[in-house]
């Protein structure tokens, strides 16, 4: 089991930066699969990126490639989401997830999940 806690989030204005944290409990994370979705209101949560167990092969959504990137450190078990050119649309609450599946695009695959933390980009 994996219990996941973001951090990281806030205010920015647009065109700015900031570095989401997800820390991991328990001795397995480097055996998941884990990404990032996130829940603008009024929408349904949306895949973000994902990256493999190894860190080798990695997904994004086309509306943030060549922005964010992800990342994962699993001596410190914590994955990572830099998010660079923040626009107003990527105002949302961003949730890490992890997954056994790949690839894993879907909130279906993921089994856990963390609670959240709010980014909201101003114009």
């Known amino acids: 089991q994996v219990q996941l806690v973001e951090s990281g989030g806030g205010l920015v204005q647009a065109g700015g930066s900031l570095r989401l944290s997800c820390a991991a409990s328990g001795r397995t994370f480097a055996t998941y699969n884990v990404g990032w979705f996130r829940q603008a209101p009024g929408k349904e949560r949306e895949i973000v990126a994902t990256?493999?167990?190894?860190?080798?092969?990695?997904y994004y959504e086309d509306s943030v490639r060549g922005r964010f990137a992800i990342s994962r450190d699993n001596v410190k078990n914590t994955l990572y989401l830099q998010m660079n050119k923040l626009k107003p649309e990527d105002t949302a609450v961003y949730y890490c997830?992890?997954?056994?599946?790949?690839?894993?695009?879907?909130?279906?695959?993921?089994?856990?999940w963390g609670q959240g933390t709010q980014v909201t980009v101003s114009s």
């Open positions: 990256i493999t167990w190894n860190g080798i092969t990695t």
């Open positions: 997830a992890a997954s056994l599946q790949w690839p894993a695009t879907f909130e279906a695959k993921f089994d856990y």
